[in-house]
């Protein structure tokens, strides 16, 4: 999977023999570039992909393997707008389990944490440790699950890792 236009994804299969390059629309207007694309290891035979996009917009797609997949907006109560770029998601131990992160300074929600697929999601920390939210550093790269309450992010700032679902950060 990669970025094509915006509002467009494409698919290759096939390589490296045979190359077959399908491409799929997932939103229409302006809903930013794809600034993430995270594939789910629970998707199955069918596959699910989740896109995240430089405006902060969140899209699901199932059906992902077959050539006529499925989009679903689950921007939701997600903040959007021009320098919310989401710069990872993650998946816990099932798809309903979704960590996202925006790699931006200025903005107080850096990282949200959904426990039933992306419909609500919680404030995990704080860039400056704002509302009683723990400090993690507002430039995130990269977010590793361990374990269902284990987690490590990769920041400007280094690395943080919390052990109990994100309460604290060390």
């Known amino acids: 999977y990669s970025a094509r236009t915006e509002g467009t994804i494409f698919r290759t299969s096939g390589l490296p023999s045979s190359p077959n390059t399908q491409y799929f629309t997932y939103a229409s207007g302006t809903p930013g570039r794809i600034s993430h694309i995270k594939v789910s290891p629970y998707g199955g035979t069918s596959g699910t992909v989740?896109?995240?996009?430089?405006?902060?917009?969140l899209f699901k797609m199932t059906n992902a393997l077959s050539g006529t997949p499925t989009f679903t907006n689950?921007?939701?109560s997600l903040t959007t707008g021009t320098g919310r770029t989401i710069?990872?998601?993650?998946?816990g131990g099932s798809e309903d389990t979704l960590l996202l992160t925006y790699s931006n300074y200025g903005i107080s929600n850096s990282v949200l944490?959904?426990?039933n697929g992306g419909t609500s999601w919680?404030?995990?920390?704080?860039?400056?440790?704002?509302?009683?939210k723990p400090y993690v550093h507002a430039d995130l790269h990269r977010v590793?699950?361990?374990?269902?309450?284990?987690?490590?992010?990769g920041h400007d700032g280094g690395v943080s890792r919390t052990t109990n679902g994100g309460s604290i950060w060390t």
């Open 50 to 57: 989740f896109i995240g996009t430089e405006t902060g917009r």
């Open 74 to 76: 689950l921007t939701g």
């Open 144 to 153: 590793l699950y361990v374990s269902g309450t284990t987690c490590f992010l």
């Open 113 to 115: 944490y959904s426990t």
């Open 122 to 132: 919680t404030l995990n920390t704080h860039w400056y440790g704002g509302g009683g």
């Open 87 to 91: 710069s990872c998601i993650e998946i």
